[in-house]
């Protein structure tokens, strides 16, 4: 039986990326900036949660580069340019190339059928207005897209980096319309079917590059 991303699997958001979502938007909407302390047990008590939900979510902002722990001083928000995620996108067209790349000599058909149904259920969510689900379903295929590599390495590094969270944001801040955010997932799916490794790279890196531009002109405006 087919899973459903957006209705099973998806809603099932474990609190520390509720809180972790919560904190990306607190930082970008400048509630916390560059140099506040967060503090773990005073925000566990603000949210209602337990310290341990919060350590974790501080561990994946960490990890993103939003927030920085240094030795005696505690966890705080890291200053966060253009530049900073110029870098991050850098890397994930790399990270997310290779994985087309790799998947184009190994991807089934069941696999592309599988790409194919999250993009329909991503475009479904984006005619219906659910933001949240087209996201999570965004995170989702890029996931997916990356598995399909066959390199566990590689999953390993995607996932540890947390590329998928980004989505969080560009989703949340681009200007393009949703259905054809969601629609653009087809030309990924295109490439390996193709078994094409330009076209790969081509496609992952204008999708990447251009998700990522809202938040990159944020950051550059912020930081005149």
């Not at 219906?128 to 990356?146: C, M, P, S, W, Y």
């Amino acid at each position: 039986m087919t899973e459903s991303y957006g209705k099973k699997r998806l809603t099932r958001t474990v609190l520390s990326e509720q809180i972790k979502e919560q904190l990306m938007e607190d930082i970008f909407h400048k509630k916390y900036k560059a140099g506040d302390r967060i503090v773990e047990s005073a925000l566990a008590r603000e949210l209602g949660v337990s310290q341990a939900s919060v350590r974790e979510a501080l561990r994946s902002l960490i990890a993103m580069g939003f927030l920085e722990n240094e030795p005696f001083k505690g966890t705080a928000v890291r200053s966060f340019t253009a530049k900073d995620l110029m870098e991050v996108v850098t890397v994930r067209v790399a990270l997310e190339t290779l994985a087309g790349q790799l998947s184009i000599r190994r991807i089934t058909d069941e696999e592309i059928a599988e790409l194919e149904r999250i993009t329909s259920e991503m475009i479904a969510a984006s005619k219906e207005g659910d933001t949240q689900r087209r996201i999570r379903l965004n995170i989702a295929f890029h996931e997916k897209f990356v598995e399909t590599s066959g390199n566990k390495l590689l999953v390993q590094l995607y996932n540890y980096m947390h590329f998928g969270n980004w989505s969080l944001l560009t989703g949340s801040l681009s200007e393009m319309d949703p259905i054809q955010i969601a629609t653009r997932h087809r030309i990924l799916i295109d490439a390996l079917r193709a078994r094409d490794p330009d076209k790969v790279a081509k496609a992952v890196r204008e999708h990447i590059e251009s998700t990522t531009k809202p938040l990159s002109d944020m950051l550059a405006q912020a930081n005149l």
